[in-house]
């Protein structure tokens, strides 16, 4: 079983930067794949970066790459998700999911998600 909790989310103006965090319960964390996700009002939930579980091989949606980057500490259970150049377009609730492949991430499948937190970008 794991539980996840994400903070970091808020208010930022264009060009901005915020770093969320997504802190694992569990012993076997480090064994799964973890994923941020991100859904907009009225829209679906879309994959947005993914990283395997000994954290060598990351993956982004097109939209955001270049401007976020996924990390993980294994040994502080906890997932990042760097985020800079922020636009408005990028306005959504984010969530961290967990998986054992990466493959079911980006196919927004997850065992384990989270509640979730705002991030709203201004113009």
């Known amino acids: 079983q794991v539980q996840l909790v994400e903070s970091g989310g808020g208010s930022v103006q264009a060009g901005g930067s915020l770093r969320l965090s997504c802190a694992a319960s569990g012993r076997t964390f480090s064994s799964y794949a973890m994923g941020w996700f991100r859904q907009a009002p009225g829209k679906e939930r879309e994959f947005v970066a993914a990283?395997?579980?000994?954290?060598?091989?990351?993956y982004y949606t097109n939209s955001v790459k270049g401007r976020f980057t996924i990390s993980r500490d294994n040994a502080k259970n906890t997932v990042y998700l760097q985020m800079n150049s922020l636009k408005p377009e990028d306005t959504a609730v984010y969530y961290c999911?967990?998986?054992?492949?990466?493959?079911?991430?980006?196919?927004?499948?997850?065992?384990?998600w989270g509640q979730g937190t705002q991030v709203t970008v201004s113009s």
């Open positions: 999911g967990a998986a054992t492949t990466v493959v079911m991430l980006q196919g927004r499948r997850g065992d384990y």
């Open positions: 990283i395997n579980w000994p954290g060598n091989s990351l």
